[in-house]
């Protein structure tokens, strides 16, 4: 499958460095590749999680579109919000 960023999820990646947390494409390719938890609460985007470090996670918001995820934009939460609701 191919990964497409959204102009919003390129954005994002400034934003969080501004605030003082790194979190590369890669990291957020990985959490769509190989999420610890599948949040589908929001059909039809989805919500792939993994941990971050040991009080956050990373959670990004995609949708499938063909043979496309379309990430549409991500975040870190504290695991103690988030935790592991639904596993991948």
């Known amino acids: 499958m191919t990964i497409v960023f ?3 999820a ?7 460095r501004r605030h003082g947390i790194r ?3 890669e990291m957020v390719i990985r959490a769509v590749e190989r999420p610890e938890a ?7 985007l989805r919500i792939a999680q993994t941990t971050l470090d040991a009080a956050h996670v990373l ?3 995609y949708r499938t579109a063909g043979r496309r995820r379309i990430i549409i934009t991500f975040y870190p939460g504290r695991i103690t919000q988030y935790g592991n609701r639904t596993t991948a």
Request: proline residues 4%; hydrophobic residues 50%.
């Open 6 to 8: 959204t102009k919003h």
């Open 10 to 16: 390129r954005a994002k990646f400034a934003v969080l």
């Open 23 to 25: 979190v590369t494409e």
């Open 38 to 44: 599948v949040d589908h609460a929001r059909a039809p």
């Open 59 to 61: 959670r990004v918001i």
